[in-house]
């Protein structure tokens, strides 16, 4: 089985996000970047079945600027065996990003992909659903568990309700959740084993992909800021308060 891992290069979620002062976007200029955290607990799943014997080879693809290559990079370092950089300073949807994997995906004949269940910038949370449509597969998505079985994979799903149980055939999409797993850091050793491995670049268009994008970004606002908080006396007044400033009991 070979493993397919799309991972998105996102500004660091330790960082706080500015936006920028003509409210196209936020400022990514001289921002740290890294791998969205969901596409690490994706690598690390795609890597577990690895080593558990079910893969033979786990492949990174990203798509986006140069620099995108270095976030393939971390993948690589945490063990992924080769990489696929789809390179365009284009903005990417959703839409397009998962035609890219699929082109990717069929070109390398993938028996699995593995994908974050949400990017944590633009909070789509749609790559992977439209990725099962296009390529007609199964889809499991934002699961905890999964094991390689005879019959493609049991997958274990957090869902509202709590937890959901399937059977998915092979070959299959699944989108990651948060309590996949826990992902390892890379070693030294392995980060400089990491700057060896291949990384093939390529355009959408090398992939028969047009970049067109549905959506325009009207305008980028910053959260309002939080009002300050109002020191109650004791139980009675809360209640009140709750009760008839905030109307929510
Ligand atoms: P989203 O639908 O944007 O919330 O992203 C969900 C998942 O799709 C991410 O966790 C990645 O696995 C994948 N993905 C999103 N954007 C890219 C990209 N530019 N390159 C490769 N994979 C991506």
């Known amino acids: 089985m070979k493993i397919l891992v799309p991972v998105k290069r996102v500004i660091d979620a330790n960082i706080r996000v500015r ?4 409210n196209t976007g936020v400022e990514t200029a001289n921002v740290k970047m890294a791998m969205n955290p969901f596409c690490e607990i994706a690598v690390e799943e795609a890597l577990r079945l690895k080593e558990a014997g079910h893969a033979e080879e786990v492949i990174i693809v990203s798509a986006g600027p140069e620099k995108a290559a270095e976030t393939i990079r971390t993948g690589l ?8 950089h789809v390179q365009t300073d284009d903005r990417l949807e959703p839409l397009t990003i998962a035609k890219i994997i699929k082109a990717v995906s069929d070109k390398e004949g993938c028996d699995l992909v593995v994908l974050g269940k949400q990017s944590i910038d633009d909070d789509n949370n749609q790559t992977g659903q439209m990725l099962a449509a296009l390529m007609e597969r199964p889809l499991g998505s934002y699961i905890s568990k999964i094991e390689k079985n005879d019959n493609g994979f049991a997958i274990t799903r957090e869902i509202d309700a709590g937890l959901e149980d399937l059977q998915i055939s092979s ?17 030294l050793p392995n980060i400089m084993k990491a700057k060896k491995k291949p990384i093939d670049a390529m355009s959408p268009a090398d992939l028969g992909v047009e970049v067109s994008n549905r959506l325009t970004v009207v305008k980028v606002d910053e959260p309002p800021a939080r009002e300050a908080g109002v020191m109650v006396s004791g139980a009675e007044e809360l209640v009140d308060k709750l ?3 905030a109307k929510v009991i």
């Open 171 to 187: 070959p299959a999409v699944v989108t990651a959740d948060l309590r996949l797993n826990e992902p390892r850091y890379a070693s």
């Open 19 to 22: 936006v920028k002062a003509d």
């Open 243 to 245: 009760k008839n400033d």
């Open 77 to 84: 370092a945490m063990g992924a065996d080769r990489g696929v």
